[in-house]
């Protein structure tokens, strides 16, 4: 059988569902063709290939390249000036309501060009890919108006055709309310809803809508609305639920069949048991968790008794989670959230595919599927998540390349 390209001699973790665990193989071998797996399994039942390029890994370990499903890269400026606040006892709350928070990034993201901003976020991409990401997810919501949201999703996409990466885009308009608004919440969702989604969908810039529903952003009645608009136009949801308060997100996220409920440090079992209905996965981000210094952990073992599917992400963004490690976030969800290491690899590769409704092409190493792969310099794969600040990749492979 001819491919382009086999890679032989590698222990692999394929993490495909109807293998048990991380579905772990020795003496693998992994062959592409047109930048999808042909085989992926155990070197002893893989047809004869005639390949262009035979690759030998010495033994290496291969998985499905990593996926970080929650960041915020696209941004201008900032905030370590609040982190300074928050050293002197400021809470989250209080910053934001003194003007800081979301809203003073905000005003560096406008007043930045869409050059400036793609300029600024490439650095963080970098640091994600170095470590062996295939694909990530960007929102907007810091632009908190239609020509700033535009530029924001403009420069995400722009990111997936200037590195080797997929990029799915998030608008989230329903981030914070802008200054101008004058506090007038709900008509600025109505704008979000009549004027800016609609807009930015027909321009093909949103892959999923996402919302910020708590105390100090948007209330259930509002994010409601807004998940009501991106039904209409045929987009699915994302939410972040129950981080600071039990607002019940977590139930209205499942109620739309959302793909994702992110943070749900508050989530009750009623929210968990939602979840795992409505097939939405929790995505823990224990960055924000550990940066803001939160005392309250995620019920993990809430979801693990509902059957809740877990994903782990960087929430990468510039007030509460300066983070661009997903090795680190995954230490961190072990450390912090208790999760297994097994939860944890499979939360940045499967799951996490799974939170950007992108599981029948990534997260997986299995037949079918785009070829990306990383190939790590470790003994075993709990290495990945048991090491802090060390990166052991050897190669990344996007799309068979």
Known sequence: MRCDRVWTGARLATMAPSAPGLGLVEDGIVAARDGLILHA??????????????????????????VDCHTHLVHGGDRSHEFEL???????????????????????????????????????????????VTTVEVKSGYGLSLDAERRSLRAARALGRLRPVSVSATFLG???????????????????????????????????????????????AETRRVFEAARALGLPVKLHADQLSNGHGAALAAEFGALSADHLEHTDEAGAAAMAAAGTVAVLLPGAYYFIRETRAPPVGLFRRA??????????????????????????????????VEECLLGI?????????????????????????????????????????????????????
């Open 41 to 66: 399994g155990p070197a002893k039942e893989a047809p004869a290939f005639e390949a262009d390029e035979r690759i030998a890994c010495a033994g290496r370990w291969i998985t499905p390249g990593l």
């Open 86 to 132: 928050r050293l002197a006892g400021a809470s989250y709350e209080e910053v934001a309501r003194a003007g800081g928070g979301i809203v003073s990034t905000v005003r560096a993201t406008r007043q930045a060009s869409e050059a400036e901003l793609v300029a600024s976020a490439l650095p963080r991409l970098d640091a994600l890919l170095a470590e062996g």
């Open 349 to 401: 590769t499967r799951e996490a595919a799974r939170a950007l409704g992108l599981l029948a092409e990534i997260g997986t190493l299995e037949a079918g599927k785009t070829c990306d792969l990383a190939i790590w310099d470790v003994e075993r794969p709990a290495e990945l998540v048991y090491r802090m600040a060390f990166n052991p990749l050897h190669a990344r492979v996007r799309r068979g390349v």
């Open 307 to 340: 059957g809740t599917r877990m994903a782990v992400a960087t929430d990468s963004n510039p007030g509460t989670s300066p983070l661009t490690s997903l090795l680190l976030a995954a230490n961190m969800a072990a450390t912090l959230f208790r999760l297994t």
């Open 174 to 220: 329903a981030h914070a309310l802008p200054p101008e608004a004058g506090g007038d919440k709900a008509a600025y969702i109505e704008a979000v809803c009549r004027d800016m989604l609609p807009a930015l969908a027909a321009e093909g810039l949103v892959d999923a809508v996402d919302a910020f529903c708590e105390g100090i952003a948007f209330s259930p």
